[in-house]
Nanobody
Framework: EVQLQASGGGLVQAGGSLRLSCAASGFTFDAYSIGWFRQAPGKEREGVSC????????YYAGSVKGRFTIYTNNAKNIVYLQMNSLKPEDTAVYYC?????????????????WGKGTLVTVSS
């Protein structure tokens, strides 16, 4: 059974930093994409950042580019999201997700497995 366990959320002041982690287990896919999505209150879930399995390219939403960094451990079974210069509008539940094809990345419909979210709250 595929499991994605996200952690690292919390309350932080604007301008602060957090690092989210997502531990992936229970599968033997070779080239999968893995990434982060978020859903703010009253809004749809959106892609934040991801790494494609096909070529290890990284992608970022325009709103987080330059502030967030995605990376994995060598085994690529833990994906991190380093979030710096956080803003109140980054407040959301953050989810990690996995696409077994390796080509999907940023669209909710691309992803095959989802973890439970972790809440990030940025105070002004």
């Amino acid at each position: 059974e595929v499991q994605l366990q996200a952690s690292g959320g919390g309350l932080v002041q604007a301008g602060g930093s957090l690092r989210l982690s997502c531990a992936a287990s229970g599968f033997t896919f070779d080239a999968y994409s893995i990434g982060w999505f978020r859903q703010a209150p009253g809004k749809e879930r959106e892609g934040v950042s991801c790494i494609t399995g096909s070529d290890d390219s990284t992608y970022y939403a325009g709103s987080v580019k330059g502030r967030f960094t995605i990376y994995t451990n060598n085994a690529k079974n833990i994906v991190y999201l380093q979030m710096n210069s956080l803003k109140p509008e980054d407040t959301a539940v953050y989810y990690c997700a996995l696409d077994v094809s390796g080509y999907g990345c940023f669209e909710n419909s691309d992803m095959d497995y989802w973890g439970k979210g972790t809440l990030v709250t940025v105070s002004s």
